[in-house]
């Protein structure tokens, strides 16, 4: 079963290899952002940080969305939700850390956003797998 989640999903199989290569980048670039965000969240600067159990929470998060991105058989999900946790992140910069610090992380979310998003679209066929 196990096992399993290492194979080569079904949209990888029809992937010619230089496809295969080209998104297993966007995968581990997509892991970086993820394991970066887990390493440090929100501006030190905050008024009204966020509890540490939010911070916590995000930053696990973020290491298991990374471990679905790397997983062949679990890409899709694990794409799609470091997507949704990008535009989260942004609407929490904004709304929490100020409009100034989410204008200073603002190439790398929606950088990370746009890897993500393009990995997941790409997979999208293996929802129904």
Same mark, same amino acid.
């Given at each position: 079963?196990?096992? +399993?989640?290492?194979?080569? +999903?079904p ?5 010619? &290899? ?5 998104? %297993? ?21 905050? @008024?009204? &940080?966020?509890?540490? %159990?939010?911070?916590?929470? @995000? +930053? ?5 969305? @990374?471990?679905?991105?790397?997983? &062949?058989?679990?890409?899709? %999900?694990? #794409? ?12 929490? +910069? ?26 997941a %679209?790409?997979?999208? #066929?293996d929802?129904?797998?």
């Amino acid at each position: 079963m196990m096992a +399993n989640l290492f194979l080569p +999903n079904p949209t990888m199989q029809k992937d010619t &290899p230089a496809l295969r290569a080209f998104y %297993w980048i966007l995968a581990l670039l997509t892991v970086g952002a993820q394991v970066l965000c887990a390493l440090g969240s929100g501006s030190p600067d905050t @008024a009204n &940080p966020m509890p540490d %159990w939010a911070n916590t929470t @995000a +930053n696990m998060l973020n290491l298991i969305i @990374a471990v679905l991105v790397l997983l &062949p058989r679990t890409r899709v %999900w694990g #794409a799609l939700a470091a997507a949704l946790m990008m535009i989260l992140s942004m609407v929490t +910069n904004v709304m929490v850390d100020g409009f100034d610090y989410f204008l200073t992380v603002l190439a790398f979310d929606l950088a990370a956003f746009a890897v993500a998003a393009a990995l997941a %679209w790409h997979h999208r #066929a293996d929802l129904g797998a």
